[in-house]
């Protein structure tokens, strides 16, 4: 065991799979250093307290539960939560202070998801120092910065949403299509630019932010958002890479047969189909998906978590072509562990919904990548992927079968 520095740092992740995985990661970088740590969460989606037994665990009750909870409506959520979280935060930062006992270490800072907007006002109230976490990457944050610039300038009108303007450059940026802006094809977009709005708000507002990323990837974006800020940052990433650890923050049971499965392929041949924690897709793109794979003519390996798609039967009714091709050569698991997938020798290619945690993992571990954002940053993180990092190519032409089995067989595995 290190040595402990007699400081406690107290995390608050925002409740989402993709949000819990840096901050905890975070905390490990931290405990590692000799900080005691406390990870302040909410009972919905509540981590596993025995995958990190070095760690302090305190729940808030939010009101929330798993099963009441609609996914699909990611920016409804966090304003639910911003509601219902800052007084049981507060009652437990305050607690804290005072406990004798097992929490006695004195806080030295709090860090909080830079989704939740009321806990640098919380902290600054109590006199303890905090500081917020950027869970996406500069660029996209860089893009949230202009995001009212863009909505001026008609981005967000009807006809950004129809589609006909979707593959214009956008002006303002222009790295970025249309279709790459963060919420222009939300059904809320006013709610989504609130939700960014208020993130900028607290963040030029909170004495710090950390970024989970690289100079030598963002180096621009993070010049650009420095200067819009002026607060200090910290660059510290990509945060998985930064400590040694065999534990897990996953919500989900990883299936680790996966792994011995990939030990049984050959190198570099298997691709890796992931959309992450929230995206969902209709029953028929589920089956474009299938068939695509199974016309591919490469091992897969493919997660489809639960509620990924709403019919839970959709494998039932799946084409015998498909089935076939998942005997022979697939191989389908519920939720798998993903940093252990990417970093197998197997494993020559990942296609993914672009989440910011799933970029800088396929990054990190020199996997390259086959892009379909869904919503929030990914199409930011997309465009970066196959236009200015060159690491990744999007999947153009719709998600249709012979498009799906056309782009893994001649972009990614060329023979
Ligand atoms: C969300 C947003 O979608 C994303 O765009 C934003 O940047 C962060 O929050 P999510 O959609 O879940 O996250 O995607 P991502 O950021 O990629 O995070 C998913 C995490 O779950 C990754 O760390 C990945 O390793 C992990 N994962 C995913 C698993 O461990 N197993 C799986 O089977 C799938």
């Known amino acids: ?8 740092v107290v995390l ?48 808030i009750a939010c009101g929330l539960h798993r099963s009441e909870v609609s996914m699909s409506d990611i920016p409804d959520l966090i304003s639910l939560l911003n509601t219902q979280c800052a007084s049981p935060f507060e009652e437990h930062l305050r607690e804290m202070m005072s406990l004798p006992g097992g929490d006695a270490v004195p806080i030295a800072c709090v860090i909080s998801d830079s ?108 010049a650009s958002v420095r200067e819009v800020l002026s607060v200090p940052d910290f660059v510290i990433g990509p945060l998985h890479k930064c400590y040694v650890t065999s534990s897990s923050s996953s919500l989900l049971e ?46 897969f390996l493919w997660v489809v978590r639960p509620r990924l798609v709403r019919d839970p039967e959709w494998l039932k009714k799946s084409p015998s072509h498909f089935l076939e091709a998942l005997k022979r050569r697939g191989k389908l698991v519920k939720w798998a562990p993903q940093m252990k997938v990417l970093a197998h020798p197997a494993v020559g290619a990942f296609w993914t919904h672009s989440g910011w945690n799933s970029t800088l993992e396929s990054i990190s571990e020199g996997v390259p990548m086959l892009c379909m954002p869904r919503f929030s940053d990914q199409g930011v993180n997309a465009r970066y992927v196959s236009d200015i990092w060159r690491v990744g190519v999007h999947l153009n032409g719709g998600l249709d079968r012979e498009n799906i089995a056309r782009a893994i067989s001649t972009n990614l595995f060329i023979s």
């Open 115 to 222: 989704l939740f907007s009321f806990t640098c006002g919380v902290a600054e109230r109590l006199k303890v120092r905090a500081l917020v976490l950027l869970t996406g990457g500069a660029t996209s944050l860089h893009v949230y910065t202009i995001l009212r610039l863009l909505k001026e300038k008609g981005y967000f009108s009807i006809d950004g949403l129809s589609g006909s303007r979707s593959e214009e450059a956008v002006k303002e940026f222009p790295s970025l299509l249309v279709r790459d802006i963060p919420g222009v094809h939300s059904q809320k977009p006013e709610m989504v630019l609130e939700l960014f709005d208020n993130m900028i708000k607290v963040i030029k507002s909170s004495p710090g932010v950390i970024f989970n990323t690289f100079e030598e990837l963002e180096q621009p974006a993070l």
């Open 254 to 299: 990883e299936d680790r047969s996966c792994i011995s499965w990939l030990d049984e392929q050959p190198l570099k041949s298997v691709i890796y189909v992931s959309f992450g924690s929230a995206a969902v897709v209709r029953e028929a793109e589920i089956l474009e998906i299938a068939l695509g794979l199974a016309n591919s003519k490469q091992p």
């Open 12 to 59: 608050f992740p925002l409740p989402l799979q993709g949000h819990i995985n840096p901050m905890l990661q975070l905390g490990q970088i931290l405990h590692a250093r000799g900080f005691s740590i406390t990870i302040l969460h909410t009972n919905f989606n509540a981590p596993d307290p025995s995958s990190h037994p070095h760690f302090t665990f305190r729940s």
């Open 1 to 8: 065991m290190n040595q402990r520095n007699n400081h406690r």
